[in-house]
């Protein structure tokens, strides 16, 4: 089969799956809990809007010829998968440890402005959200290694994050090609994605949705 052609069949495929899960979120009523704490269904269908419109982005992004930019957000797709299992097997203990983690977070920014805060009570807020995140943890991305997938899931989400997401020597190299004419080397500002490149990113439109409904559908049959 033509690139071509597997490339409209499987944007198809893609625009299908999303609009599958998209029926599913809407078949999904969640209550939210007193606590995020105890929300651990409230977590997996937040997690899994979150993937929905990544999913639609990294598309979107590929589809103008953005392959990095579209493989950065094919990176938060798996952090998100990573997050669904840990959910799905873990419930109410790691739906904690997303509260944990984004108290975490507030705590460093908070500290990181409060030198230039002058207002005292503006001080206070922000030394309340310091206070919030003591003793509290970030969450492990890699997490357990035990759980179907999440290995695989891990080192593409690795990968990604090398070639795509972080400026690593692997992803700033990537704007440096040979022109085939001269055999020197150019800076391109947008990377040109050849037939594998462009067969991997497609892979990744037609199975992350799909995999993230059954995560969500497994939360369901959990809860």
Known sequence: ???????????????????ACLSLLS????????????????FAVLLFCRTITNFKGAIALFQQGLVIEAQTLQRSC?????WLRRLAHEGTSFAKAISDDGLVNEASFAKLVM????DQSMLTQ?????DLGKGL???????????????EDYAEFRRLSMSAAHPSSTSLLRHLVKNPE????????????????TITNLFFFRCRDDAHAELLHRMRLLS
């Open 1 to 19: 089969m033509e690139c071509t052609e597997l490339i409209a069949e499987w944007f198809s495929l893609a625009s299908d799956l999303r609009s």
């Open 27 to 42: 078949e999904t009523q969640v209550q939210p809990a007193c606590s995020l704490e105890e929300s651990k269904e409230l």
């Open 137 to 151: 943890k970030r969450i492990d991305v890699k997490g357990p290694s035990t759980l179907d997938g999440a290995t």
């Open 126 to 130: 922000v030394k309340e959200h310091v």
């Open 182 to 197: 001269t055999g020197d080397f150019e800076v391109t500002v947008e990377v040109t994605e050849d037939d594998q490149e």
């Open 78 to 82: 798996f952090e998100n998968s990573l």
């Open 115 to 118: 030198p230039a805060v002058t």
